[in-house]
């Protein structure tokens, strides 16, 4: 069960603020993890990932922004099973999800001012493909 | 009634926290476990709604000194999960939680319904 329609009205400012905040979050960790500097915090790097993605799932569910928070359940699976050890090819896995963030913040730009997200079903599959290796 | 929110998501912190004082419920709300074991220590809610993902220290760790202290036989824990946390719920159960909730799909009067249940016992 979602929302009532007066409670998303009411939620969608602060649902917008805290989403972009995870979202910069992410996009952050994901370059930093791309990048190979700071070694000595991946795993830190890791595990902040994979709360974001926790948290910026339950919230867009709870919204109805079901794609969202599909992309995220991905994320938070796949550095759930890794938050403790190296990411299995990480060139590739790191630039699938660094997509996932982009397209992600374009759907949050969607819901700011058409009150939609966008589809995600492309971003979603590639996702699934390349994060379950 | 009160209830110690541990919770470190402001938009659920917010979103709760505005439903429960609605309904003439009075809400703490803490914003990760250490926090949430400082305001513990201070009073002692009815009911602890316990998100179990956050930093310093997790729903988990809250739940292991719960133990430790003896708390967790004189304040019942509702888990505040979501999707794919079925284990986790499982583990939360074995330390000692009383329940769960999915804060995901919003059934205001269910959460409500669960709270008072366990206040009363």
Redesign the interface.
Known sequence: MVMKQEDIARYKKLYLQTAREYMTKLDENVSLLLSGEAQDMQQDLREEIHRGAHSLKSQSILMGYTSIGEVCAIIERFFEKNKEKELPSPQETLKAVDAGVKKMITSLNEIEQHDQEIDLATEITQLQKILTL | MRVLLIE?????Q??YAFKLREKNVEVEVASNGEEGLQKLSEKLPDVILLDL???KKDGFEVLQAMTANGLIEKVPVLVFS???QEKDVTKATQLGAKGYVN?????FDRLLEKIVELSQK
């Open positions: 470190d998501d402001k938009f659920f917010d979103f993902i956050m930093p979501t999707l794919g804060k995901s799909f919003f059934d």
